[in-house]
Each structure stands twice: as C-alpha cells, then as structure tokens.
C-alpha cells in the first residue's frame, strides 16, 4: 500500500522542520498515539490505537527518523505490532519552500498483515489515508501550539 500527498503549512521550512524533530509535535500529530517514549536520537516507542472497519487495536510501536537532511528531508522506518495484525513501513518526508509557507510531501510505502489485512486492500488503503487526513489537521494544531509557545 502507498500514501502519497502534500500539504501547505504557513510557516517558515526551518521552522516546520524543528518542530517536525520536537517529541512533543510528534506525539500531538500522531493520530491515536496515547504514548510516546524517545528510545534514543529520532527514534522512538509509541502506543497507537487504530481503528480499521470492525478492529480496533492497540499498536505497540516503534519508528525512527533517519539520513536527516535539514531542513529538506528524512526517511521514516515504521514498525507496528498488535493483537490485530502488524503494520510495516518506510517513507520520505520532504519539505519545500512555498513562498513565506512550506509544502511537505510525504511517501509511505506499508505493508500490512494479520487480522487487520483480512479486510481487504481497499479498506486499508482508504484508513491509511483517512489517518494522513486526520494526522495532518492535528500537526497543524500541534505546530501553532509549538510556534505560540516558542515566542
């Protein structure tokens, strides 16, 4: 399965990048992160509850920021595990300068299996999506807190 899109975020692409490096931003843009714990530089432990049709699930997971090129990109290694099935992924954030805003396009390419895989290709990748959409409008919210409480 992939999620491919962009987004417009009107602010600086220096300044959407330290956020996007900020444990606090990360925790408040994952959509159903109940928990985040840093386990060492840009990777990271979390407690995810998903819902995916009829399964909802908690996702004991782990992911890691890697080959950081600020402020332009980095790669993401995404591995998720639960009583519904597992969720294996890797991607590209990339950052590019939009005038005084910032586009972020972002590439996942996951692979998912067990309970939840049961349901058929087109309900994931429609999920999948629908938790882009939703971690998208909450990273909006979680970067006008960080900016507001950075000045």
């Not at 992911?63 to 639960?82: D, M, V």
């Not at 939703?134 to 979680?142: F, H, P, V, W």
Request: charged content about 20%.
């Amino acid at each position: 399965m992939q999620i491919t899109g962009k987004h417009s975020i009107a602010l600086s692409r220096e300044t959407v990048w330290a956020a996007l490096l900020d444990p606090v931003v990360i925790k408040q843009a994952l959509p159903g992160c109940d928990q985040l714990v840093e386990t060492g530089q840009n990777a990271y432990q979390a407690q995810i509850n998903i819902r995916v049709g009829p399964v909802t699930g908690a996702f004991e997971s782990r992911f890691s920021l890697t080959n950081l090129k600020p402020p332009e990109s980095y790669k993401l290694i995404i591995q998720g595990r639960g009583q519904a099935g597992f969720l294996d992924a890797n991607g590209e954030i990339r950052l590019e300068e939009n005038g005084e805003a910032t586009l972020l396009h972002y590439h996942i390419d996951a692979s998912v299996g067990g309970r939840v895989a049961s349901f058929g290709q087109r309900l994931i990748e429609s999920t999948g999506r629908l938790v882009a959409r939703q971690g998208l409008k909450k990273l909006d919210a979680a970067l006008q807190k960080w900016v507001d409480q950075s000045y």
